[in-house]
């Protein structure tokens, strides 16, 4: 079965400070990659996502995401946080190239950002 | 363009009873999905209707369907609740085809009691 480890439960950073969270997929085949965000009380929104071609993806607001074939992985980075990028983030993946049909979740990370 | 529309926002019920959630989704797509997030196993994916039809399924008991109609809307079920149902269930409607994104509701807070 497909899983989806990020290995980041909780991060603290300081305003200005460069964000990675990490996310691993276990599945050898075709994968289409997502993250999503979900900021206080608000619902799950796509940040980015990953189909094909260029494995630098960049999505809203500074965010972007490197898709590592040989590493299994699609980590999130952006270069200088700011305060409202507190939320939760998950990674998810689509086995098959099947767009948003199934998406498996990893656990989520916790991002805290100190003014 | 109005969002993914869950109804109820919060339900109560008592262990051994049957429930039924609904959800809109945004006008013109056809897929409809639902997820299960409890604290414990995060986002998991219940069932994914196409077209009125189940096209993926995940791995949860029987006792968790659902449906969709003509007008995209849908429906899902739980039956004989137990505590461990407790949880906040997600809707989410795309196309349904292509890699136009996955929107998600606002989600139905369930407590089994």
């Known amino acids: 079965a497909q899983s989806v480890s990020q290995h980041n439960h909780h991060v603290i950073l300081s305003e200005a400070a460069s964000l990675e969270l990490g996310c691993n997929y276990s599945y050898g085949g075709t994968v289409n990659l997502f993250w999503y965000v979900q900021y206080p009380g608000q619902h799950l929104q796509l940040l980015l996502k990953y189909f094909s071609g260029d494995p630098l993806v960049k999505g809203i607001k500074g965010f972007e995401a490197e898709f590592i074939k040989s590493k299994f992985s699609f980590n999130l980075r952006k270069p200088s946080v700011q305060w409202s990028d507190t939320a939760e983030y998950f990674c998810a993946v689509n086995a098959g190239n099947t767009g948003f049909q199934k998406l498996v979740f990893g656990t989520g990370t916790r991002l805290l950002v100190s003014p | ?113």
Request: proline share 4%; charged share 15%; aromatic share 12%.
């Open chain 2, 1 to 113: 363009k109005a969002g993914v529309t869950q109804t109820p926002r919060y339900l109560i019920k008592t262990r051994g009873q049957q429930v039924t959630l609904s959800c809109s989704p945004i006008s013109g797509h056809r897929s409809v999905s639902w997820y299960q997030q409890t604290p414990g196993q995060g986002l998991q994916f219940l069932f994914e209707y196409f077209s009125e039809t189940q096209r993926n399924k995940g791995n949860f008991p029987g006792r968790f369907s659902g449906r969709q109609f003509s007008n995209s809307r849908s429906e899902m079920n739980v039956s004989t609740l137990e505590l461990g149902d407790s949880a906040l269930y997600l809707c989410a409607s795309w196309r349904g085809t292509g890699d136009s994104p996955l929107h998600f509701g606002n989600g139905t807070r369930l407590t089994v009691t």
